[in-house]
């Protein structure tokens, strides 16, 4: 028996200490799915004590979330031109970003047949089946889509790169996401020279490139196979983290993809992660009741946490470890390739 009466699930990163060890991870155009969604999440987040990362894929000005939820943090895919990174980066300054979170695992377009069979891509195409799934769906037609359109005219896509990008919705416009085949080692020379905070690179799954960002100077790496929608049959975070963690030195190690429950996030932490980020959930959450839904959700997550902390008799994340784990899976996760 253990006396777990002062449990304290706060985990520091780059500086900073938040109240739980999980983070809302950046997802693209939330501000679709629910009314000024990033506005929403990143607000809620910082309310509660846990970082937020914007995607570059966002709706909403990176400036405006920044004001209303300063710490919030930026991930990137890289615009083509090194002329238009420098400006992205100076717009980040100008904002007080402090961690930039570059994406590496979407050089491609990969192929995503459920988008393929449901007809989505942006920027949304005007037809009659859009028409439609706005007709049948009156209560986000009404309140996310024209209440954005009433207050705040057409959505772009704001934070791509130095300037705003391509609208939401355009008949004749597509988005070029070939600039991010060059992303490269090389490249990352580049960011590292113009970023001097903290920069995390999100999408490794290979020990081997956890050497090499370490050589080249990154401060964390984010293990992920981006929710498992970019290559079927790609490794899980969970069957590489360990050995990712030992390879990773002084870097900071944190997970993303597939997280759900407080025993999710507590698994990762036993196997060398220091931090998880969860998606969809809070996306899901925004779009059902907007700050109120975030902020319920991050409660929820925070409450499995404490509770399974006193179930397993630890007061501080520090004693997690992977003797806590059955050792068959202990044994899995060191032997994945």
Known sequence: MVNVAKRDQSASLFGRTYQSPFGIAPMGICALTAYRGDLMLSRAAADAGIPMVLSSSSLIRLEDVAEQAPGTWFQSYLPRGEQEAAGLFQRLRDSRYEVLVITVDSAVVPNRENNLRNGFKTPLRPNLSLLYQGVTHPRWACG????????????????????RGAPLIARDVTRDFSGREHLDWDTLKFVRKQWTGPLVLKGILDPEDARKASAAGVDGIIVSNHGGRQLDHTVAPLQVLPEIADAARNMTVMADSGFRRGTDVLKALALGAQFVFVGRPFNYAAALAGYDGVAHAIALLRAEIHADMGLLGINRLQELNPARLRPGLVRSAFQAS
């Open 144 to 163: 996310t889509f024209l209440r954005t359109l009433l207050r705040h005219g057409m959505p772009y896509f704001e934070n791509a790169s130095d300037k």
